[in-house]
C-alpha cells in the first residue's frame, strides 16, 4: 500500500527547502536528502489535498529515468541507502520509496523546459504574438499541433506562489553565460528527444517537459531534482491525440482542468479538490509509471 505524506518532518536534519512538492534536507559530505511529499501545486499554487502515494510515484518515476538517461547526462543521485541517514525513531517506510540522496550541487537559475507540441502557455503565447521565447514559429499552427522540431524555450524560477515566466535564450545567456547556456540547451533537447522516442513506443507522447541542472564542484552540468515525471512533464495518450484540442493526460492537467472550472483566481491559498479527483489525478500518476517504467503500485 502506498504512504500518505503532506509535510516531512525529521528532526534532526536541518532543512534547506520546502518547495512545492519537494523537502530537501541537508547532510554531511556536501549531500542533500530530497523527499518527495504527496503536496500537488498547480498554477504555481500548492492545493490543500494530497494525492496518496504521488510522491513515491513521482520519485520512483524520476528514479526510472535518471537510470534511462545517465549515458546521456550525469545526474544527481549517489545511489545510497536512505535509510541509514533517517534519524532514528523515523518510520522508514513512510519514507523508503519517495526519498534520495544526492549529491549537492549549485542550481542553474533557468526552468529549462523543452517542447515537441504548442499547448498551455506556449500556445497561449503563440497565439497572441507568433513566436515563443523570442523563437518565430511558423504561422497557421493549431493547438496541440507538433511542432516541427522540438524546441527550447526556458523560463524563469520562480518562488513558491509566484508564477514561472517564458524568457528568451538572450536572456539566459544574459543570467548564466553563452557556455553554460549552450549546454543547457543542448542537454534539454538531447533528453527530450530521447525520452519523447522511448514513451512513444509505449503510447505516450511527452508533449514538452522541464529540467532543472546544476553544477558540481568541477562545473560539471547535472540533471537534477525530478526529471521527466506527470509533475514536470505533459504526458498525453497518442491514441486519443487530436490536433485542435487539449488532450487528455496522464498528468496533474486533470486538476488544473477541474480548476479551470471553478471561480478562482489562482492565487493562494487553492481550493480543496474533491475525493473523486483525487482519486482520477492518482491513477493517472500510476498509469503513467506502469506504462513507462513498468512499475506497478496498488
Not at 498528468?251 to 471561480?263: A, C, G, I, P, S
Request: glycine share 8%; net charge negative.
Amino acid at each position: 500500500m502506498s504512504t500518505v505524506l503532506h509535510t516531512s518532518n525529521l528532526p534532526g536534519l536541518p532543512l534547506l527547502h520546502r518547495g512545492k512538492v519537494r523537502d530537501v534536507y541537508g547532510l554531511p559530505n556536501n549531500r542533500l536528502l530530497m523527499v518527495a511529499s504527496d503536496r500537488l501545486s498547480a498554477f504555481d499554487v500548492v492545493l490543500p489535498d494530497p494525492i496518496p502515494g504521488k510522491g513515491e510515484m513521482l520519485c520512483q518515476i524520476s528514479n526510472f529515468w535518471f537510470d534511462k538517461t545517465a549515458h546521456l547526462i550525469p545526474n544527481h543521485l549517489t545511489h545510497e541507502d536512505v535509510a541509514t541517514v533517517l534519524p532514528a525513531g523515523t518510520d522508514a517506510a513512510l519514507y523508503a520509496q519517495r526519498t534520495v540522496i544526492t549529491k549537492k550541487l549549485k542550481p542553474v537559475p533557468v526552468e529549462a523546459i523543452a517542447r515537441g507540441y504548442l499547448i498551455g502557455s506556449g500556445w497561449k503565447d503563440y497565439q497572441r504574438t507568433g513566436s515563443l521565447c523570442g523563437l518565430v514559429l511558423p504561422a497557421g499552427l493549431r493547438q496541440a499541433e507538433r511542432l516541427p522540431e522540438p524546441i527550447f524555450t526556458p523560463s524563469t524560477k520562480a518562488a513558491v506562489g509566484d508564477h514561472d515566466e517564458n524568457v528568451s535564450f538572450d536572456a539566459v545567456v544574459g543570467l548564466v553565460g553563452a557556455e553554460l547556456a549552450e549546454q543547457v540547451r543542448a542537454a534539454t533537447l538531447k533528453i527530450y528527444q530521447f525520452a519523447a522516442t522511448y514513451a512513444a513506443e509505449r503510447g505516450i507522447i511527452i508533449a514538452d517537459t522541464k529540467f532543472e541542472f546544476g553544477l558540481d564542484e568541477h562545473g560539471v552540468l547535472h540533471v537534477m531534482d525530478e526529471m521527466l515525471t506527470p509533475d514536470s512533464s505533459r504526458f498525453w495518450p497518442a491514441d486519443s491525440y487530436a490536433i485542435g484540442i487539449n488532450p487528455p493526460s496522464y498528468d496533474k492537467q486533470f486538476v488544473r482542468d477541474y480548476l479551470e472550472t471553478l471561480d478562482w483566481n489562482k492565487t493562494a491559498p487553492g481550493p480543496k479538490v474533491p475525493a473523486d479527483v483525487i482519486a482520477a489525478t492518482r491513477g493517472k500518476y500510476a498509469e503513467a509509471l506502469w506504462r513507462l517504467a513498468g512499475i506497478r503500485v496498488d
